[in-house]
């Protein structure tokens, strides 16, 4: 007895040791006990559900729910059919986002393209910006008067109607998710392609292989995992893209799962929702084991060797400045434009009217008339609009410095215990929250916190739960970053620093943290960014007080007063970009690091 | 001294006949310093500013979707978390089940209204009357376009006819609801034979419902706001010819947003349909003073204003007289599909299944 108390005070003396049975605990409490919480509300009935269940009180158990899902007259319109369209509309932004990128990254690497420096930079912008401003770009530039009210800027200045199918649905959806994540596309591959050993190509070359069989045979098989990641990676981020298909997709009834679980969640049928959440959760997880076990299998350690000359371009000849500019135009206005349509749109009294005598400073410093959208004052005026940013700062910061330590506490706990089960645990742990969709994971929070349990009270509407939230799903973020740099530091430093007695907060504070920045800095600061522009996370999780700028954005949509809308998407991208700036300035590096140049 | 007296009972007596909030409640109510509103209607902001101006009481108002509203109000008070004060809220049946049942919200009627706020809307108390019609485009048409609501099923007119997402907003359930009650559906069906010249032929069980699948299969346009609806019908020079039940308040932006709207008061057999909305005591309030005295405020003219200045709503309280070119309420009364909260509590679920099976 005495023996094992011995051991478990040795074993406690350890920091480390503490840090992992610690962190394990809140992990599990904070990922996994939530899962059974809502397995167990797609068996209850909610007090919104009893007038809908005939003869039941709230609490009760219930099969009623899978039923309704899976097999009732409701069933094809509430579950299978926007299952359909989330795979379809998943898939093609795949196929949309691949080609792009692919084909961008394949330029910048293999050929003689002009402005290789600012088509790199240029081409992460739509990544940079959250996916929904391209969705309501979309929306400024080509909505029609069938739909969406007043004609938008491309009929203005064409005189075409858009046909719905352009305007709204699948279309839109997939060209403006596709457009966002082709950027994943271009890193990702891009990056192989400019580290790829070129002797392979050189030797084709050498031996007269057509440039066609040197795509077929050597590039694209190289190239290949690295397609077969992003596609993962793109799918389980079209899938729980909520705020594009919920602006472009309600005019046409286009419904997918998200937009379901929306609708379903709030006061209409909770328990429906939470089946479909789950089903979320499912393909989440599973896509994103895949992707682990592909990656896991290239886990070689390829040493980076002296590149060899580098292979001859493929020279575009005549076409060349063609070409170049032709792509460096195209996304110029993939990223200039959107913005000018904010500008425009935030400025425009009558809708579709787009003369000058039109122009007003009203929605951004206006006092408010009961005669202009109920009479909101301009956003620059608006005591609302200070509290949501207040509200998204206080909440970003707060959720980028907690992710960001507990990140490197993981880091260091799994490093230093590497290889037992404990570590391995609390590994996987830490990273499990990247592969639920947002949504559905904000759906677990409101499953587990909406009402008390034990010694945790209700956190519903509290600020406490977005922390929360945010914290645990931006974990995975920071823990990569800080696993990363505790293993590269190697023992022997720590080490030498235990020898002379130093104290772990010391060690910690005065050498790990030091030699790591960059790498620490990434792990706070993707988190901010995330969350700062985070929309289906949260939005099951706000209440008026708490509300956030992109929820708020989001309602301003929904009540139809878009110039608000369009005023407060300038506000986000303009604090994005600027985190963007100042992390690269401070850090040395960009968080979405060029390929080209 | 004595013209001094006069002077201060004067003031009293006028006081009384514009506004007699009890000194007590106005101390207690100063004492809180602050309230919080959750309301459907947007146009509560300019109701808090001079609700403000007046007391200088700190307002926070928000503007929520009907079903965002019984969402918040349920878990927030459900799980005892401090949000709302008070709530204007609407859509009768599911607050009555899901809010009032529970003890969420209960009911406070200003004792200087209870002799003026007729007894049927004391309890659950109104504030108002919001009527939804058939809006055109006047600049397009010179006359309404379509009398009978059965042109929105005729081919003729497909993808013409805007209509607001039932799910966003839980009235136009209701209103689909009622439609379906036996009384009007049996008008309805005359209307029907009115429109095709020959009786209708059900496919379901009655012609409410055929209505319903009527629209639905020939176009039907959902939006997610009046105000986009309003614009998007509204909207000139581009010859618009949409039709869209919208809420009548929305005529407010023609001049504003240039637009060309009018309602089609003929239509058959309903113009439109109305909803009260109620002005409600949330149970934890943590200012239940100020939530009182702002009650009362939104009962008397002054704090109406703000929804006195177009057509469409009216107040519950008869000493405020509809906007000026508007029919009273006594008039549209007649011709709007009105709320049977019975009628409602029984059957809407069966509607909105019915609807999900065609839309959603």
């Known amino acids: ?597 | 001294m004595k013209v001094r007296f006069v002077f201060v009972v004067f003031i009293l007596l006028l006081s009384l006949t514009i506004f007699a909030a009890s000194p007590s409640l106005i101390t207690a109510a100063k004492k809180e310093g602050k309230v919080v509103v959750y309301s459907i209607t947007s146009r509560i902001k300019n109701a808090a500013e001079a609700f403000e101006n007046k007391y200088g009481i700190k307002v926070e108002a928000y503007n929520l979707k009907g079903y965002e509203l019984i969402e918040k109000v349920a878990k927030e008070v459900g799980g005892g978390i401090v949000g709302a004060d008070f709530v204007i809220a609407q859509d009768g049946g599911r607050i009555f089940g899901e809010l009032i049942e529970p003890g969420y919200l209960y009911n406070y009627v200003p004792e200087d209204m209870m002799s003026i706020i007729p007894e049927e809307y004391q309890n659950p108390l109104r504030l108002s009357i919001i009527t939804k019609v058939f809006l055109y485009n006047s600049e397009t048409f010179t006359y309404p376009p379509v009398l009978n609501v059965w042109a929105f099923t005729d081919p003729k007119y497909k993808g013409r006819f805007f209509f607001k997402d039932p799910f966003k907003e839980g009235v136009n359930m209701n209103f689909l609801t009622m439609i379906t009650k036996p009384e009007i559906a049996e008008e309805l069906a005359a209307a029907y034979e009115r429109y095709y010249g020959k009786p209708i032929e059900l496919t379901t069980e009655n012609a409410g419902y055929e209505w319903i699948k009527g629209i639905l299969e020939n176009g039907l346009v959902l939006m997610k706001s009046d105000t986009t609806m309003a614009e998007s019908i509204g909207v000139k020079g581009q010859g618009i010819d949409k039709i869209g039940l919208c809420t009548y308040s929305k005529v407010r932006y023609r001049e504003t947003k240039n637009l060309a709207l009018l309602p089609i008061a003929a239509m058959d057999p309903f113009a439109g349909f109305y909803y009260p909305s109620y002005l409600m005591m949330v149970s934890n309030a943590a200012h239940p003073n100020a939530a009182k005295l702002f009650i009362e405020f939104l009962l008397t003219e002054e704090g109406f204003e703000p929804w006195a200045g177009s057509e469409g709503t009216y107040s519950s309280n008869p000493n405020i007289r509809p906007h000026p070119g508007d029919f009273s309420f006594e008039i549209w009364e007649k011709l709007l599909v009105g709320e049977d909260p019975e009628f409602l509590f029984n059957n809407r679920l069966d509607v909105e299944e019915f609807w999900n099976e065609y839309a959603y």
């Open chain 1, 1 to 597: 007895m005495a023996k094992l108390l011995n051991r478990i005070v040795a074993f406690f003396q350890k920091p480390e040791n503490v840090i992992l049975v610690m962190l394990l605990l809140a992990l599990v409490y904070l990922t996994i006990v939530p899962l059974f919480s809502i397995a167990f509300d797609t068996f209850t009935v909610h007090s919104s559900e009893v007038r809908r269940i005939r003869g039941s009180s709230a609490g009760d158990f219930t099969f009623y729910h899978w039923n309704y899902v899976f097999n009732s007259r409701s069933s094809k319109n509430l579950f299978y059919k926007p299952l359909l369209n989330t795979t379809l509309v998943a898939l093609a932004v795949c196929g949309f986002s691949l080609l792009t990128g692919g084909f961008f990254a394949w330029m910048v690497t293999r050929t003689n393209l002009k402005y290789k420096k600012a088509i790199s930079t240029l081409m992460l912008f739509p990544y940079i910006m959250p996916s929904w401003t391209l969705a309501m770009a979309w929306i400024n530039f080509f909505k029609n008067s069938s739909i969406g009210g007043a004609p938008g800027l491309f009929s203005a200045l064409t005189g075409i109607t858009t046909p719905d199918w352009v305007a709204y649905g699948f279309f839109p959806i997939v060209m403006t998710l596709g457009m966002h994540y082709a950027p994943f596309a271009f890193i990702l591959i891009g990056g192989i392609l400019r580290n790829m050993d070129a002797n392979l190509e050189e030797a084709a070359v050498i031996l007269k292989a057509s440039r066609m069989r040197i795509m077929r045979k050597i590039t694209f098989p190289i190239v290949m995992p690295a397609v077969l990641s992003t596609f993962l990676l793109v799918f389980s981020s079209s899938m729980s893209a909520f705020a594009v298909p919920a602006f472009l997709g309600g005019p046409v009834r286009f419904q997918v799962l998200t937009t379901q679980l929306f609708r379903t969640l709030n006061g209409v049928n909770p328990g429906a929702g939470y089946i479909i959440a789950s089903v979320m959760i499912i393909i989440g997880t599973l896509i994103l084991t895949i992707n682990q076990i592909i990656i896991g299998r290239r886990k070689g350690f390829t040493t980076v060797t002296g590149k060899s000359s580098n292979i001859s371009l493929v020279n575009l000849g005549k076409l060349r400045t063609f070409i170049s500019a032709l792509m460096l135009l195209t996304l110029i206005g993939i990223s200039i434009i959107p913005l000018m349509t904010f500008a425009f749109q935030s400025f425009l009294v009558e809708p579709g009217n787009y003369s000058l005598s039109n122009f007003s400073t009203i929605f951004w410093v206006g006092e408010g008339r009961p005669d202009i959208a109920s009479g909101e004052p301009g956003i620059l005026k608006n005591k609302y609009i200070y509290k949501g940013l207040v509200n998204s700062f206080t909440l970003s910061l707060t959720v980028a410095f907690i992710a960001g330590t507990v990140g490197m506490l993981v880091g260091y706990a799994v490093a230093k215990k590497r290889g037992t089960k404990a570590s391995n645990m609390l590994d996987r742990l830490a990273f499990f929250p990247y592969l639920i969709p947002s949504m559905a994971f904000g759906a677990i929070y409101l499953s587990m916190f909406s009402v008390r349990r034990g010694i945790i009270p209700a956190l519903y509407g509290t600020f406490a739960i977005l922390v929360v939230v945010g914290s645990v799903k931006y974990l995975p973020f920071a823990s990569r970053a800080g696993i990363n740099a505790i293993l590269q530091l190697g023992r022997e430093i720590e080490e030498a620093a235990i020898i002379f007695g130093v104290k772990w907060w010391k060690r910690m504070l005065r050498i790990i943290i030091p030699i790591q920045k960059p790498t620490f800095i990434s792990g706070y600061s993707l988190p901010f960014i995330s969350s700062m522009r985070e929309l289906s996370l949260y939005i099951l999780l706000v209440t008026p007080s708490t509300s956030l700028l992109t929820t708020m954005l989001f309602q301003y949509n929904e009540k139809g007063w878009d110039q608000y809308a369009n005023a407060i998407v300038l506000l986000i991208i303009s604090i994005v970009l600027i985190f963007n700036l100042l992390i690269n300035k401070i850090t040395g590096s960009s968080i979405d690091k060029g390929i080209g140049g």
